[in-house]
Every structure is written in structure tokens, then in C-alpha cells.
């Protein structure tokens, strides 16, 4: 069983819609992360979080430990948006490793 | 910003081949990894390196091998490639402390014939 599971797998939405895109984790974490990567791109790191919340224009990251779940939300979404997001976490006491889940493709069309 | 740059986009080699795939960071950070990426699967660890000369295996490290001789380079080696391991092969690397930002190269599509 993976350490790091995300859903959907799949998404298609209509250009303007909220959307959401869920991460859950069963191991204890130092952190977390939401990564983006484009079609035929290379991968960026958007958000590291432990708790809270943090906002990066229109994107949203929030954390809840104690249910072991983020969430990465993007308001008024954009073709540009596209993109396989993925989320990966570090585990506490292993910081130097990196534990993936398979990630979140998210189509928006105009 | 941190620059991550990995040789080549795409390379096509032949099975039997042994193929050299290499990883620079310029950021002085001590940790380096190498990944395989297949639809369906997500990001494989296939070695990982946290200083110079040391090196650890990742999940899938049958097949290959890694060097890592100065702390801003990371190689991975394909000793005789098979088509089985057509993938993309994405280099990364970080800080040590388990609180600190993965940098990705922009990935080595890889494909064996």
C-alpha cells in the first residue's frame, strides 16, 4: 500500500470552476508537498506545508495533520492549469527521502 | 534559484547498451536523487545519494547503478540497457532535514530499442 494517496486521479473542468484535488497519508510527516508538472515538463515544487495554510495567487494548500490529509485547491481555473499535480510527502525521522503519490491530472478546458 | 540540469531530453540507445545518464545541481545541496516516471505509476526511486560518494538504493535499483564522485554531479548507469527500462528519468535534489524544498531537472526521456 502506498504511504501517499490521491484523488481523483483524473480531472476535467470547465475553465473558471473551483477546483479540488485531495492527498492522504498514513506515516508520520515532517512535511508535505505540492508538486506541478506539465505535459512534456519538468516538475516545480509549488507549496511545502506542515500545518495551515498557504496561498499562492490562485492556489490554495492546507494541511490537517491530525486527520493526515492536505488538499490543493485552485480558484477561477485556467487552461494554463493544466497540468499533473502531484503530491509528496517527507517522513519524519527519513527527511532525506521523498514518498510520491501518482498523481492528479487535471485538464481545464475553455 | 536552483539549477538542476540533467544531460539530454530524449535518448534513444540500443538493448545491450551501456548508458550513462548525468545530473548536475548547482545549489551545494547534499542530497541527490534519481527517478523513473511510468503512466500509471508515478515517481520511482531508484537510487539516492546524501554526500559525495555515498549512495543508498531506492525501490527499483535492479539495473542500474549510480557514482557520485563530487557532491554536485549524481550519474546513474543503465550497465546493459533493456527496453524495459524506457521511462523518464528525472534527477532531483534537496537540503538535508526533511523540511526543505525537491528541485527537479526537466527530465532524460529515455528509450531502448
Known amino acids: 500500500k502506498n504511504e501517499v494517496e490521491q484523488s481523483p486521479q483524473n480531472l476535467t473542468a470547465q475553465e473558471g470552476e473551483f477546483i479540488t484535488i485531495n492527498c492522504s497519508y498514513s506515516?508520520?510527516?515532517?512535511?508535505l508537498h505540492w508538486l506541478q508538472q506539465h505535459p512534456g515538463g519538468g516538475i516545480v515544487s509549488l507549496f511545502m506545508l506542515s500545518s495551515g495554510k498557504k496561498k499562492h495567487g490562485r492556489l490554495i494548500a492546507t494541511i490537517n495533520i491530525q486527520e493526515k490529509h492536505s488538499s490543493l485547491h485552485i480558484t477561477a481555473s485556467h487552461p494554463r492549469d493544466s497540468a499533473v499535480y502531484i503530491c509528496a510527502v517527507t517522513r519524519r525521522n527519513t527527511g532525506n527521502q521523498f514518498y510520491f503519490g501518482t498523481g492528479t491530472s487535471l485538464t481545464v478546458i475553455p | 534559484d536552483v539549477k538542476v540540469t540533467q544531460s539530454s531530453r530524449y535518448l534513444v540507445k540500443r538493448t545491450g547498451e551501456k548508458v550513462f545518464l548525468e545530473c548536475v545541481q548547482d545549489?551545494?545541496?547534499?542530497?541527490m536523487f534519481w527517478y523513473r516516471q511510468d503512466p500509471g505509476l508515478g515517481l520511482r526511486l531508484i537510487y539516492f545519494s546524501y554526500d559525495v560518494k555515498m549512495k543508498e538504493k531506492g525501490d527499483i535499483p535492479e539495473g542500474y547503478s549510480v557514482s557520485r564522485e563530487k557532491k554536485e554531479r549524481f550519474s546513474l548507469i543503465l550497465e546493459s540497457a533493456s527496453t524495459n527500462q524506457t521511462s523518464m528519468y528525472l534527477c532531483a535534489s534537496s537540503l538535508t532535514g526533511g523540511y526543505e524544498k525537491l528541485f527537479f531537472g526537466s527530465g532524460t526521456q529515455l528509450s531502448v530499442l
Open positions: 506515516v508520520g510527516i515532517s512535511a
Open positions: 545549489m551545494d545541496h547534499e542530497n
